[in-house]
């Protein structure tokens, strides 16, 4: 299984970016999807993820600024990212549940200048 993030990259606070994420390989049974990130010196964090029924759940201090989608049929997640800030600067992985498993994609870096 392979998670491939695509989106990333440098962008001012205010603007958005949009993160991709497209899963391949023997995938079965979904049961969630979502978008962790880590920022230097600090943990990581779930920034939001989205289930097979398509529930969503936001870190707070993204809610109503964050975004999230899926496409079932395509295996596929979005993370459409508004009004960001110099807070939101990290590497944002892709995460995908399958089962009892889970697996991450290897990250893609989104900084916001202020």
């Known amino acids: 299984v392979q998670l491939v993030e695509s989106g990333g990259g440098l962008v001012q606070a205010g603007g958005s970016l949009r993160l991709s994420c497209a899963a391949s390989?023997?995938?079965?049974?979904?049961?969630?999807m979502g978008w962790y990130r880590q920022a230097p010196g600090k943990q990581r964090e779930l920034v939001a993820s989205i289930t097979s029924g398509g529930r969503t759940n936001y870190a707070d201090s993204v809610k109503g600024r964050f975004t999230i989608s899926r496409d079932n049929a395509k295996i596929t997640t979005v993370l459409q990212m508004n009004n960001l800030n110099a807070e939101d600067t990290a590497v944002y992985s892709c995460?995908?549940?399958?089962?009892?498993?889970?697996?991450w994609g290897r990250g893609t870096q989104v900084t916001v200048s202020s």
């Open positions: 390989g023997s995938i079965f049974s979904i049961v969630a």
């Open positions: 995460w995908m549940r399958s089962g009892s498993t889970n697996y």
